[in-house]
């Protein structure tokens, strides 16, 4: 894969490092502070020249300001993946980090379909997108479910609207009420034809989008690869339904590989190089970011 640029963070998280504590809590203390002195808001620049305005107070937006980069193994997997003219969806795009990534390896003749139902993130999508003029990503404000209706959508914290999940059990409180839709009515039928990667990050609902996506698998080109975050710490039925989609994948051809990542800040800081997908190995009991890849090896 190509390498991620070095993360050559300011120096005052550099300073962070050698002060006693939990890394991410200073990470997240530090930017209260900014917060407090210039405002909520402020400019980044990813390491791949995208320019975003982000929330400090909230943990993905910081490291993106901090740092420049969300999530590098992903990052780099996704950019080494997708060439020009391909088109990417990204189902919970956030503020648009993905979809601007994919938005500059695809080129103007790709396309990149951003999918996010909450209203407030949704905004700050398509400021980010504004900002990039990036004008090959449709923005869809929607969730993606098994049947079209209307869901209820349950905000994150303030520190982490990135949580903000369709899942009642997760605690939150109702947000908002969004419509929802299955994928093949999101997507265009030029879209579907040349689609090449998805990535599905939608805190815990997961498995309903990879059912009938598995479903209706011969619909899609068949060196399309999707990438999901699957917490198989959701309970003892819902590993095991996640273990049944898995080998049910596999019968499809498709193998299964965990890609690395980590929320430690402190790894970002002393980021070592990027770790290709290898092998997912069950049972588990955490979180793993899963690629299913016909064409991998």
């Known amino acids: 894969m190509k390498p991620v640029a070095p993360l050559r963070p300011r120096w005052p998280i550099r300073a962070l490092r050698f002060l006693p504590g939990s890394t991410n809590r200073k990470f997240r203390r530090y930017g209260k502070l900014l917060k407090a002195f210039s405002g909520r808001r402020r400019l980044a620049r990813t390491y791949f020249g995208a320019a975003m305005l982000c929330d400090l107070e909230d943990f993905t937006a910081g490291f993106i300001y901090h740092l420049g980069i969300w999530e590098p193994h992903i990052s780099a997997f996704v950019a080494d993946r997708l060439r020009p003219g391909d088109a990417f969806c990204d189902i919970g795009a956030n503020i648009g980090y993905y979809s601007l990534l994919a938005s500059h390896a695809v080129g103007p003749g790709g396309v990149v379909i951003a999918v996010e139902p909450s209203p407030p993130i949704f905004a700050l999508l398509r400021e980010n997108l504004a900002l990039n003029d990036a004008r090959n990503v449709r923005p869809v404000q929607a969730a993606v479910a098994p049947r079209a209706g209307r869901v209820a959508l349950y905000r994150g914290p303030s520190w982490n609207t990135g949580m903000t999940t369709t899942l009642a059990e997760r605690g939150f409180k109702v ?95 002393n980021f070592g190089g990027v770790i290709a997908p290898f092998p997912l190995k069950l049972p588990s009991v955490v979180q793993k970011d899963v690629l299913f890849s016909r064409i991998y090896r």
């Not at 419509?179 to 034809?193: G, K, M, Q, V």
């Not at 710490?233 to 299964?256: K, M, P, T, V």
């Open 175 to 269: 947000a908002d009420e969004v419509d929802a839709l299955p994928l093949e009515d999101i997507l265009r039928p030029d879209e579907t034809a040349r689609l090449r990667l998805i990535k599905i990050d939608v805190e815990g609902a997961e498995a309903p989008i990879l059912e009938r996506l598995l479903g209706r698998i011969g619909n899609y080109p068949p060196e399309m690869e999707i990438i999901a975050e699957l917490a198989f710490s959701g309970g003892a039925n819902h590993s095991a339904i996640l273990r049944d989609l898995i080998e049910r994948f596999a019968a499809a051809g498709y193998s299964a590989y965990e890609i690395a990542n980590t929320y430690d800040a402190r790894s970002y800081m």
